[in-house]
């Protein structure tokens, strides 16, 4: 089961946007994720006519690795430790590891 899916707020905790916060938009397979307005590039681009491209420079967000995020609990309202525990029913589900509160209800 992943820690971290689509959907999930999420804090940054290591290199150049430490401490931003932002919604996951997608989730990799190599163990990187793509969280909105974080780690965002500038790319300079040409204009395309014929697609109805425009130039200019244009901002885009890139992919950080996993490690670099970390779950955002709002009862303490920092990042926080994920675990997965079954529960009676048989269901697998996330929980914060700092007060065992359940993510998936």
Do not use: C, W
């Amino acid at each position: 089961m992943q820690r971290i899916r689509q959907g999930d707020e999420v804090i940054v905790i290591a290199g150049k946007d430490k401490g931003r916060r932002g919604s996951v938009l997608r989730v990799y397979r190599d163990g990187r994720v793509l969280v909105e307005n974080v780690n965002v590039a500038h790319k300079h681009q040409k204009p395309n006519p014929n697609a109805g491209v425009p130039g200019g420079i244009i901002e885009k967000e890139t992919p950080l690795h996993a490690s670099n995020v970390m779950l955002y609990n709002p009862a303490t309202d920092k990042g926080d430790r994920v675990g997965v525990r079954v529960l009676e029913d048989g269901r697998k589900v996330r929980y914060f590891k700092s007060n065992n509160e359940v993510l998936d209800a």
